[in-house]
């Protein structure tokens, strides 16, 4: 058995082959569709003359609006941002918080909570059970105001509230 090198550099039997076999089928392959451009996306059957309809929400679907936000101003969430809605707005590690946020610790739950109360039109800050809220600097220890601007301490980040409801909307 002698091993050659061909001129592309292939290494074959020459006992078995009297030219390079890799060279051989390379150069026996099929080319007529090399001129062919090939397209990267294939059409939809039967739908050319078909209008897709809009889809708007069920009538039983009602979305709820959005009476605030809550943004992240220093933590890992930086520059993130939360809508806050009519009623109870959670804050913490709890699986359904509006505001979902890492604590230190193994704490899992509710930090605290925005509740905005839509007949009087206000925003109330609620400290929860699993970690120390500070609101403007102060240790949040009973329900609270919130007001435009108001900075919340949770953990390692720092919140920001922003009302969109109030006395003339």
């Known amino acids: 058995m002698a091993i ?19 060279c051989l089928s390379l150069s026996s392959q ?25 889809q708007a929400l069920k ?3 009602v979305a709820k609006p ?11 969430n930086c520059g993130r941002d939360w809508r806050l809605h009519e009623g109870r707005n959670d804050i913490g590690t709890a699986v359904n918080a509006e505001v979902p946020i890492q604590l230190t ?13 839509g007949k009087h039109k206000e925003f109330i800050l609620v400290p929860g059970e699993v970690s120390l809220v500070y609101l403007n600097g102060q240790l949040l220890s009973e329900p609270q105001l919130l007001a435009d601007g108001d900075q919340m301490c949770v953990g390692e980040e720092q919140l920001c509230f922003q009302s969109f409801c109030g006395e003339y909307r």
Do not use: M
């Open 105 to 117: 610790g193994q704490e899992c739950g509710c930090a605290c909570s925005v509740i905005y109360d």
């Open 30 to 54: 099929n080319h007529e569709n090399e001129d062919r451009t090939v397209a990267y996306t294939t059409p939809l059957d039967n739908v050319a003359d078909k209008t897709i309809g809009y």
């Open 66 to 76: 959005t009476v605030g936000w809550v943004v992240c101003v220093k933590g890992k």
């Open 4 to 22: 050659r090198q061909c001129t592309r550099h292939h290494f074959y039997d020459d006992e078995k082959y009297k030219v390079c076999p890799i």
């Open 59 to 61: 009538d039983d679907v």
